[in-house]
C-alpha cells in the first residue's frame, strides 16, 4: 500500500511513522520518499489498521 502523509516533514516524522507502522506490524517493509511525503509498506495489515494508526498519532494519511 502507499500512503500519503501531508504532515510527514522531517526524518523524526519519518522515524515516528516508522515505529508506528512497525508496532502494528513488526515484520513491515517501509520505504520512506519523504519529499513526496509518501510512505509504501509491504504488510499483512489492512490499510484501515494504518489508517487509524497514523490518524491517532497525529499523522492523518491518505491513499495513493
Given amino acids: 500500500m502507499k500512503l500519503w502523509i501531508g504532515n510527514m516533514k522531517y526524518g523524526g516524522c519519518a ?16 520505504d520512506m520518499d519523504l519529499a513526496a511525503k509518501v ?13 487509524a494508526a497514523l490518524a491517532k498519532a497525529g499523522f492523518p494519511a491518505q491513499v495513493q
Fill in 15 to 30: 522515524r515516528g511513522v516508522t515505529a508506528i507502522i512497525h508496532d502494528i506490524d513488526s515484520n513491515a517493509k517501509v
Fill in 39 to 51: 510512505v509504501s509498506i509491504e504488510t499483512i495489515a489492512s490499510v484501515e489498521q494504518m489508517t
